[in-house]
């Protein structure tokens, strides 16, 4: 059965800029026990997803559903199977780690016996043992995001909602993170996480969605979307060619110095050939899901410019 | 969850937001103090002392009033600047819980001042303990009030910038205005039913009753004379507004 099932969602925020449709008819289906991922720029409209399906806001038209259960008419029963960390959270100032995972638990109705061991266990694996009996005001801003993130993964939901849970941790916590995020799933939890990292999508989900300016561009793996933007090879040359020249050949990045080129790998022997010729440096190396990314977005975002311009 | 989970979610808000924060910032006790011990202040330095048990029974009724400013800065503040009032809703536990948790907390911020001035109104004036009684269901009454009303009011904030100026003109018209630290006989008698438009006239005069101070009547209104009659006024109201702040809290962003 799917998990979420989104049908023709739309909001139109009547901001002070006018209308904004922060969500254009989005259908989308997350399976149950999947791990999701949200790609997508700044303002793409990924919170607002999540705030509408976990019934913190109100679609302007269409619906979604939670294991089957309509968010909009129901929201108590969705309420009781969810959890959410949102963009943004905070801890309390005056409580420590350990006290935001166990009180949280008690609150949702866990036993105090398995309050306790949940909370053993979730602050060792969330690397807070250390600062488990400090006050959250006295721990830094990436500690801060970790006590929030602990107490949301300690519920054990059934559908946890992640917006950019990994913000400003470092790269340790992130893999601790990720690892506590795996053993939710494995326990029966499907997880929608949104994140700016591209490596923690690619490392992490099962599939994602990319979505821009409130459409859904694609809708698959990781790997999968690599290939649709048909580009499996970068080329960076140190210089010595111009961006006029390598654009015949894929995406043009200026980057470190000199430019970088997606391409295919039909195109990689004359382009090396030409580098060789000019007696210039070149790397080649595979595409990344970060670069896949900024193709397929950036095309999007070109369509848009030239339909513009053409209206 | 089953009620008895309910409840003790409930208490275990107030343990760690109420009890646990005002362990450790006491100086939210400071904030409490201060406002109504400086009125009794003034009325000590400016009244005959024969009007003291009023400004005791005023500093009871704006402990209880400011639990209403308090809710609506702590709710206001915890959904927009933590986001924890959306963790914690998008959970098993029921929203009015949340908000029975909150309301918890500011009463226990504000037991040390009711203690404070309970104590300095047993010295003053003679209190049965039937009156004591009394006082105790008005705070509960007066409680109940002003936290429904500073819970609905922080639902609508957008920015915590919006809350100062409402919480100054709701909570000054609730307390500072109408007869709390002073007695209704200030009123000239043909507009003493004015102040009846805010809730806290209805406690204050109750409490004149109850601790046995004059209390002057309004010739208008003769309903609002009687202590029957100003019960009647304070739970209908109370109910009122909790039943509003139910019914029109948004717990939604539309
Ligand atoms: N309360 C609001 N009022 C008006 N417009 C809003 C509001 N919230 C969001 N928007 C607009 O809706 C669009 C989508 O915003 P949203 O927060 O969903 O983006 P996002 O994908 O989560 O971005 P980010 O990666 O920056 O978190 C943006 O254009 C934003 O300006
Ligand atoms: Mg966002």
Redesign the interface.
């Known amino acids: 059965m799917d998990a979420l099932r989104a049908r023709s969602l739309s909001k139109v925020y009547d901001g002070r800029r006018g209308r904004v449709a922060a969500l254009d008819h989005v259908d989308l289906d997350i399976r149950t026990g999947q791990l999701f991922g949200f790609l997508g720029r700044n303002g793409a409209g990924k919170t607002t997803f999540i705030k509408i399906a976990s019934g913190l806001l109100i679609p302007t038209s269409g619906s979604v559903e939670l294991f089957g259960v309509d968010v909009r008419t129901r929201v108590r029963e969705v309420r009781e199977r969810i959890a959410i960390v949102p963009q943004e959270g905070k801890p309390f100032y005056h409580l420590t780690p350990r006290e935001h995972v166990e009180e949280y638990l008690l609150v949702r109705g866990a036993s105090s016996e398995t309050a306790r061991d949940t909370t053993d266990r979730i602050v060792r694996a969330m690397g807070l043992t250390p600062y488990a009996s400090t006050p959250a005001m006295f721990l830094s801003g990436g500690l801060q995001q970790r006590t929030l993130v602990a107490m949301v993964l300690a519920s054990g939901a059934e559908f946890l909602f992640l917006d950019e849970p990994t913000l400003g941790m470092d790269p340790f916590a992130r893999r601790q993170v990720w690892d506590v995020i795996r053993h939710a799933v494995r326990a029966g939890s499907t997880v929608l996480i949104t994140t700016h990292y591209l490596d923690e999508a690619e490392q992490l989900t099962d599939e994602l969605a990319v979505i821009e300016g409130g459409h859904v561009l694609y809708k698959g793996s990781a790997e999968a979307l690599k290939s649709k933007v048909r580009r499996e090879v970068r080329l960076h040359f140190d210089g010595g060619f111009s961006t006029q020249e390598l654009t015949p050949f894929g995406e043009v990045y200026a980057e470190r110095g000199g430019l970088t080129v997606m391409t295919t790998r039909s195109r990689v022997e004359e382009l090396t050939r030409a580098a060789l010729e000019r007696r210039i440096a070149v790397t080649v190396g595979p595409v990344t899901l970060e670069e896949a990314f900024l193709t397929l977005v950036g095309r999007s975002i070109e369509e848009d410019e030239a339909e513009g311009g053409a209206t | 969850?089953s009620w008895r989970?309910q409840v003790?979610?409930v208490l275990?808000?107030c343990?760690?937001?109420g009890f646990?924060?005002l362990a450790?910032?006491p100086l939210v006790l400071v904030a409490l103090f201060l406002t109504p011990v400086s009125f009794l202040f003034f009325i000590y330095v400016l009244a005959p002392r024969s009007e003291l048990p009023f400004g005791v029974v005023g500093g009871i009724l704006f402990s209880c009033l400011f639990t209403g400013t308090g809710m609506m800065n702590d709710c206001a503040y915890l959904r927009l600047?933590?986001?924890?009032q959306?963790?914690?809703?998008?959970?098993?536990?029921?929203p009015i819980s949340w908000v029975l948790g909150m309301a918890l907390s500011q009463l226990v911020f504000t037991v040390p001042a009711l203690v404070l001035f309970l104590t300095v109104l047993l010295l003053v004036t003679p209190v049965s303990a039937l009156s004591f009684l009394a006082l105790l269901g008005l705070i509960v009454l007066a409680w109940l009030l002003s936290a429904s009303l500073g819970f609905l009011l922080s639902t609508f904030f957008r920015t915590l910038r919006e809350i100062w100026p409402i919480g100054m003109i709701v909570f000054t018209s609730l307390s500072v205005i109408p007869p709390v630290f002073y007695p209704l006989a200030a009123v000239p008698a043909d507009f003493r039913w004015v102040a009846f438009l805010a809730p806290s006239t209805f406690a204050s005069q109750l409490a004149a009753h109850a601790v046995g101070l004059p209390v002057a009547s309004v010739p208008s209104v003769p309903f609002l004379s009687s202590p029957a009659g100003l019960v009647v006024g304070l739970v209908g109201l109370t109910v009122l507004f909790i039943g509003v702040a139910m019914r029109f809290a948004r717990w939604?962003?539309?």
Not at chain 2, 81 to 84: A, D
Not at chain 2, 86 to 94: D, H, N
Request: aromatic residues 10%; without cysteine.
């Open positions: 969850m989970t003790r979610a275990r808000i343990w760690f937001n646990l924060g450790r910032s600047e933590r986001q924890l959306q963790v914690f809703i998008s959970s098993p536990l029921r939604r962003e539309p």
